[in-house]
């Protein structure tokens, strides 16, 4: 083999152990970082009385979207479940200014209901 042809295959094959060393890659599947599939966890969460944990689901989905109604429902919700009521309905007012079409008002009048059952 020539010097030349040597060098080259020596090149490749150290690329190639350079790049096979390297991080491994995360792959997102698609639908599992969404605000709805947070929100939808949080809520599995709160029915199950885990209301940090809760609270770290609603959070990531006000971090996706901080519009998202649902999110701060779910926050109040879960503030109050752990004992901060006042915080809870901060979060509920909140989810109420941002309102704004019926699905979205429903939805905070039946949080506002579930809000109350925590209240001291």
Not at 62 to 83: F, K, M
């Amino acid at each position: 083999m020539s010097k030349v042809r040597f060098f080259w295959w020596g090149t490749a094959c150290a690329i190639l152990i350079v790049m096979a060393c390297g991080p491994n890659t995360i792959f997102l599947r698609q639908g599992l970082d969404t605000p709805a599939h947070h929100v939808a966890n949080g809520q599995a969460l709160i029915d199950r009385k885990k209301f940090i944990d809760a609270c770290r689901e609603f959070e990531r989905a006000r971090e996706l979207d901080p519009y998202y109604t649902d999110a701060y429902i779910g926050l109040g919700l879960s503030y109050a479940g752990s004992g901060d009521y006042p915080k809870g309905l901060e979060m509920m007012r909140l989810a109420e200014a941002m309102a704004d079409n019926d699905r979205e008002r429903e939805n905070v009048h039946q949080g506002y209901e579930r809000l109350n059952r925590f209240k001291p």
